[in-house]
T-cell receptor, first 112, second 112 residues
Framework: DAGITQSPRHKVTETGTPVTLRCHQTENHRYMYWYRQDPGHGLRLIHYSYGVKDTDKGEVSDGYSVSRSKTEDFLLTLESATSSQTSVYFC???????????FGPGTRLTVL | GDSVTQMEGPVTLSEEAFLTINCTYTATGYPSLFWYVQYPGEGLQLLLKATKADDKGSNKGFEATYRKETTSFHLEKGSVQVSDSAVYFCALSGTSGSRLTFGEGTQLTVNP
């Protein structure tokens, strides 16, 4: 157990509204990641962070922004949600010096 | 770029049957290779990993061998149980180390 929680676990929202998902970790790991999971695509990286205020884009970053103002929290924001962003979102961490990632329980987001 | 290809699913087996889920990859250098498992309604759990050619990862009766000559990392289990029903993901960590590239996932159902 890597001490990762995600909130909310489920959310239904309407097109055009802003949405923020939170990932919280308790072990002060430097590296954190946001993925989305869609049928037929596996998991795809949205953004990742390698320290406080240090973030970078993944392969599907359009329409998403992130922030990391403290080590334990990594926020994913959809500025104006669209139906194509309906997905399950997973946060992950990796421990210093390893490439193994550990995943949170996920957030199921539905955009109507 | 890096890519992972898994055998198409879903796969349905009877209890105690032999399981193979094929995974092949494309990557530069010497990636680490992973199998993750996702049980219904949960996040991804690391099942096993291998970091160099000819390494064998194993856990809970599952095994996979890193075959560089065939760029493969097939998952096997000699006798599956109903409790093994889940989605299995093959993944690799590229030379950048900052992201995992996932296959599409393979749904396994084991019937009593």
């Amino acid at each position: 157990d890597a001490g990762i929680t995600q909130s909310p676990r489920h959310k239904v929202t309407e097109t055009g509204t802003p949405v923020t998902l939170r990932c919280h970790q308790t072990e002060n790991h430097r590296y954190m990641y946001w993925y989305r999971q869609d049928p037929g695509h596996g998991l795809r990286l949205i953004h990742y962070s390698y320290g406080v205020k240090d973030t970078d884009k993944g392969e599907v970053s359009d329409g998403y922004s992130v922030s990391r103002s403290k080590t334990e929290d990594f926020l994913l924001t959809l500025e104006s949600a669209t139906s194509s962003q309906t997905s399950v979102y997973f946060c992950a961490i990796s421990r210093e010096g390893t490439d193994t990632q550990y995943f949170g329980p996920g957030t199921r987001l539905t955009v109507l | 770029g890096d890519s992972v290809t898994q055998m198409e699913g879903p796969v349905t087996l009877s209890e105690e049957a032999f399981l193979t889920i094929n995974c092949t990859y494309t990557a530069t250098g010497y990636p680490s290779l992973f199998w993750y498992v996702q049980y219904p309604g949960e996040g991804l759990q690391l099942l096993l990993k291998a970091t160099k050619a000819d390494d064998k990862g194993s856990n809970k009766g599952f095994e996979a061998t890193y075959r560089k000559e065939t760029t493969s990392f097939h998952l096997e289990k000699g006798s599956v149980q109903v409790s093994d029903s889940a989605v299995y993901f093959c993944a690799l960590s590229g030379t950048s180390g900052s992201r995992l590239t996932f296959g599409e996932g393979t749904q396994l159902t084991v019937n009593p």
